[in-house]
């Protein structure tokens, strides 16, 4: 697929004229945007989205009854590229509603189910977050331990997760469950939807080195959830845990990390700046500051390419894994670059440098860390011998987390 940013659609789109100019007069109208991921950022994003839904604009892909525009993908390609064009506000909070549950709800969920929670996902009206991990079972996500037990018309939910991004700010939770401890640790799994709000649920923020609360553990004590929140069939937790987590990836990649740090075009500005205030006048200085630039350039167009895939409709597979991967190391490489061009200026004031700095190595492993990409690639890429699985057809409940269980 070629990349394009450009809107090009006068004369390849003709069928979007209308629909272009409407999205350029709501886009024209909305107040410019700094990025940020307080309080008021929160705020501008959801009016950004509300701003942008009744034209099914943010997800053009989804049908319309569902809150999109039932758009082809080269339409959404089209409509992205106009959106690229105006400031937006961090969408941080609304990305694990957009990007995830939404695909995941479009493949797995019921009518009812995706007539129920897309639409609020669309306006922003609905933050959810995603409570997959848990105390060892991160890397190894089929180990989870969070128990489900059927009860007549629902189910009763005891466990554990951790490192659940936004949890505190989230109205619903993607929840995976062990329902059946007596199947293989991949197989025994179902996956919920929890209110955030139901009894039981308690959310405890952690904070992390950059004075972020970005995530928390979540607590669930004999939680009730309804069998209509019940996302598939039971067992099919790990099916749909995979859907999710590669829409992940390749979100994390086509954003090309701007969905946390804002900055992911910015690096030509950045290097002005720099220069501007003599930062730049050591050639070796330049060099790396070149270096990461056509490290950025070569990301950027990696990220474009990522989106333009997955936005052709094709399933996105484990090339998901090699896009992340790539983005990660040169959002790292760019960070470290502040901080050797900075020195201790970019630590010390406060502001988007000192920012990326502190969140770096947090990329390399939310949404799985570099080596389980590694892995992912060598087996399903590369076709290498997998690594050696002892309990991989153990029924889980002889394993050694499922005996302490
Ligand atoms: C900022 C951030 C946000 C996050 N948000 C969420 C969220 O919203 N929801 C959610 O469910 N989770 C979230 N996570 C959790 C994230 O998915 C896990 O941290 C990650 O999968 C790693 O799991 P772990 O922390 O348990 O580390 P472990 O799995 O214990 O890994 C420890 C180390 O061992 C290495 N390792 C483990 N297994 C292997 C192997 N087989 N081969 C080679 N190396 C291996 C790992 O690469 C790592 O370096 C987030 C994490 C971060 C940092």
Redesign the pocket.
Known sequence: LAIDDSTSQDTEYPELIDTLEQLTEVLTQLPPSTDSVDHEAAQRGRAYLAALAPGGWMVPTWPTEYGGRTSTPEQAQVIRSLLRQYSSPDLYLFF?GLNMVGPALLAHGSAEQRARWMPPIATGEDVW?????E???????ANVATQARPMQDSWRLQGQ?V????AHRAGWGLCLARTDPDQPKHRGMTMFAVRMTTPGVIVRPLVQMNGDQ??SEVFLDDVEVGATDMIGQPGDGWKIAQTVLTHERSSIASSGGRARTGTGSALPRWLQALGDHGNLDDPAKVDAAIAAFIDAEVGRLTAARAAAYAQSGRRVGPESSGQKLRVVASLKRRAYLAQVLLGADGLLAEGPTQDEVLAAP?LS????????QR?IIAERVLGLPA?PRADRDLPWSVSRRGGLA
Do not use: Y
């Open positions: 694990v977050c995603q409570m997959f991990s105390p060892e079972a991160g890397s190894d996500l997760k490192w659940t991004s936004r970005h995530f947090s492993i939310r949404g799985g860390t570099d080596e389980i892995n690594e």
